[in-house]
């Protein structure tokens, strides 16, 4: 029977990482199933690299995809692909990963047609490069690219204006766009090996203390969108993994970007109880 590799988006675990190291989190997170993970948001220094490996050996972790910049532009690793080609495909060999991913639009392309779309060229002619050395690139969706242009998506638009660059597209940002998950995700098939695994939620209006102030209660009012643990949001995660599986992706990334207090390894338990609870307790191991 057919079936993906569920893992995690280590952005979730990145105050976790900072307080106990790569090799000891990845240890955690070995001990709660989890056997596949995505790096992002994580330095790629010698000694995070060595704990990586390490860590993939020691506990039997896949490192499904690396992340990096495709050329300098606030990049948080210092990092990119325009810069450091050579390095970022090392550390992909070193750790057994066949995948990149870029994590958002630059930030000085959001807002621009044009811009984007001279991104979009640049970031084909990568993944034509990365390629010849064995390694996919993939772009990740945000909300931003569901602005419409002469009545389309700007992603769709991205999509339509390359050939080798893939998509991971995140559940969570598709339906803040404004869609449903499900057949979005349909309409990517074959140019989806990841995506990304991410409840939607709005949390608890609270109102400031004091009198009465329109704009305060405006930003309350409209600012408690939350990202959620899969099952205690609104969106058809079961449905999403079936249709990314259908599609062709191999990897369903659980991320959460805000846990709101709670522990990450908390989170990450809470989402794993719900998706062995829906059937896919045989999609956490190789």
Known sequence: ???????????????????????????????????????????????????????????????????????????????TLATDFDKIVSDCKTLNCSMLRIGMLPFHCMGSFDKTLDFAKRADEMAEKLAEQGIDLYYHNHHIEFVKYDGQYLLDIIKDNTKRLGFELDTHWIHRGGEDPVPFIKKYAGRIRLLHLKDYRIGELKLPDGPFDPKTFFAAFTGIVEFAELGRGSLKIKDCIEAGLEGGSEYFLIEQDDTYGLDPLESLKISRDYLYEIGYKDWFQR
């Open 1 to 79: 029977m057919k079936k993906g590799m569920i893992g995690i988006q280590m952005s979730t675990i990145k105050s976790t990482i900072a307080e106990r190291g790569v090799y000891d989190t990845l240890a955690a997170c070995a001990d709660l199933g989890y056997h596949c993970v995505e790096v992002s948001q994580l330095p790629m220094t010698a000694e995070n690299v060595d704990g990586l490996r390490r860590a993939s050996e020691n506990f039997d972790i896949q490192i499904a995809a690396n992340s990096a910049a495709l050329e300098p532009a606030k990049a948080p690793s210092g990092e």
